[in-house]
């Protein structure tokens, strides 16, 4: 089994900025695309970013665009998520998963399922 864990989560005020980092245990960590998602208290699961096992393709969801950028550095076993210019809606627990790099596809890596999960990271924006 794949332990995925998140990291970087905090309390910022609207219009800050945070950088939401992710690792897994596999050896071969560019066996996997990473994908971020988010669930904010009485609401669905959301996908919000998706990352090529080489990092060389990417989607982030429309209601981050702009805002929220990912990248990867397999060197060092990190992908990062930079949220900025928060806000209160972007209020939510974001969990990051891995995806083996076979059923990556950038056109769909926002809607497929993903193999292995964190436990996810609290994020809070205040107005």
């Known amino acids: 089994v794949v332990q995925v864990a998140e990291s970087g989560g905090g309390s910022v005020q609207a219009g800050g900025s945070l950088t939401l980092s992710c690792t897994h245990s596999?050896?071969?960590?560019?066996?996997?695309?990473i994908g971020w998602f988010r669930q904010a208290p009485g609401k669905e699961r959301e996908a919000v970013s998706c990352?090529?096992?080489?990092?060389?393709?990417?989607a982030v969801a429309a209601s981050v665009k702009g805002r929220f950028t990912i990248s990867r550095d397999n060197t060092a076993k990190m992908v990062y998520l930079q949220l900025n210019n928060l806000r209160p809606e972007d209020t939510a627990t974001y969990y990051c998963?891995?995806?083996?790099?076979?059923?990556?596809?950038?056109?769909?890596?926002?809607?497929?399922?993903?193999?292995?999960w964190g436990q996810g990271t609290q994020v809070t924006v205040s107005s």
């Open positions: 990352i090529s096992f080489s990092g060389s393709t990417q």
């Open positions: 596999d050896s071969h960590f560019d066996d996997y695309a």
């Open positions: 998963a891995a995806l083996y790099f076979l059923k990556y596809d950038h056109t769909t890596c926002l809607r497929v399922t993903y193999d292995y």
